[in-house]
């Protein structure tokens, strides 16, 4: 939905540079489009090649940036501003180099240490104590 909007905002304001019943109209916007929707595509499609089932070519790079991702899972698990930046990305407010960023790089390297997915711990709410089965 996120992109969507993004795209009608992109279309309106475009339309409003070159006029509606410009011949400039789809070009403009289909790159502008194309600017929005390649990050949300790149990750979707390089998390299809986390599954052994996926075949063809990997695009190159799918295997770091995937397993960089899975430690930015991690670390949100445990590290508040790890997942308000991975939430960011998730959302479209930032673009996914700010994953990148050497601060968070950092942040992301020692939390993913501590998820309890990595240290086979019980699972606690902050507020609530251990997860109860449902």
Same mark, same amino acid.
């Given at each position: &939905? @996120?992109?969507? /909007? ?8 475009? /339309? ?7 011949? +400039?109209?789809?070009?403009? !916007? ?7 929707? +390649?990050?949300?595509?790149?990750? $979707?499609?390089?998390? +299809? !090649?986390?599954?052994?089932? @996926? ?7 799918? $295997? ?8 930015? &899972?991690?670390?949100? #698990?445990?590290? =508040?501003? =790890? ?5 960011? %990305?998730?959302?479209? $407010? +930032?673009?996914?180099?700010?994953? %990148? #960023? ?5 942040? =992301?390297?020692? $939390?993913?240490? #501590?998820?309890? =997915? ?6 606690? #709410?902050?507020? %609530? ?6």
């Amino acid at each position: &939905m @996120t992109s969507s /909007a993004l795209q009608a905002a992109a279309l309106g304001d475009v /339309a409003s540079r070159v006029g509606i019943l410009s011949p +400039d109209l789809p070009r403009r !916007f289909h790159r502008r489009a194309a600017r929005i929707i +390649d990050a949300p595509w790149r990750i $979707a499609v390089g998390g +299809d !090649f986390g599954h052994p089932e @996926t075949v063809g070519p990997r695009p190159l790079g799918t $295997a770091e940036l995937n397993g960089y991702l899975q430690r930015v &899972m991690r670390a949100s #698990h445990v590290s =508040v501003p =790890v997942a308000r930046a991975f939430n960011r %990305v998730l959302n479209l $407010a +930032d673009p996914p180099t700010a994953l %990148v #960023h050497p601060a968070l790089v950092v942040a =992301v390297l020692r $939390a993913s240490r #501590h998820s309890p =997915v990595s240290t086979g711990a019980e699972v606690r #709410h902050p507020r %609530v104590g251990p997860a109860r089965p449902i």
